[in-house]
């Protein structure tokens, strides 16, 4: 089981960018205020909480481009994404972000040794509960 790990690494360094996001226009950039959240472990936390981190980078990014951004960084170190699942109402959801990335894996597998089938259930979830939402841009 362990010879699987490394060739299941690249699945379980995940960063999504939910429901329709992935291009955001010149038309995004009229927002007053566009809402992104940072969901994941300890590779968010340090992104956050680290000059050099990429939460601080992304949003300095987006910020030189025009962009009005107000992040929510929610990484909590040593966290699974099944903890990840049962924070995410309570740390992401109830900010009704427009964005959502998504970061975690490693420590499921690191930390936790569980399965690649539960890992994917979970992140599943998270997915689902962005897109009932319907998380997306609001012009």
């Known amino acids: 089981m362990r010879e699987n790990h490394l060739s299941y690494f690249i699945l379980f360094f995940v960063c999504f960018i939910l429901s329709g996001c992935m291009a955001m226009s010149d038309e995004?950039?009229?927002?007053?205020?566009?809402?992104?959240?940072?969901?994941?472990?300890?590779?968010?936390?340090?992104?956050?909480?680290?000059?050099?981190?990429?939460?601080?980078?992304?949003?300095?990014?987006?910020?030189?481009?025009?962009?009005?951004?107000?992040?929510?960084?929610?990484g909590v170190s040593g966290n699974i994404t099944q903890e990840m699942l049962n924070r995410m109402d309570a740390d992401v959801l109830n900010n009704k972000p427009d964005v959502l990335f998504f970061m975690g894996g490693i420590n499921d597998i690191w930390l936790?040794?569980?399965r690649v089938g539960k890992y994917r259930k979970n992140v599943e979830k998270i997915i689902d509960k962005a897109q009932k939402i319907r998380m997306r841009p609001r012009l």
């Open 28 to 74: 995004i950039k009229q927002k007053s205020n566009l809402k992104i959240a940072f969901l994941g472990d300890s590779i968010t936390w340090l992104g956050w909480n680290t000059p050099d981190g990429y939460v601080q980078k992304t949003v300095k990014a987006l910020n030189d481009e025009g962009f009005v951004i107000t992040p929510y960084p929610e």
């Open 112 to 114: 936790k040794n569980n």
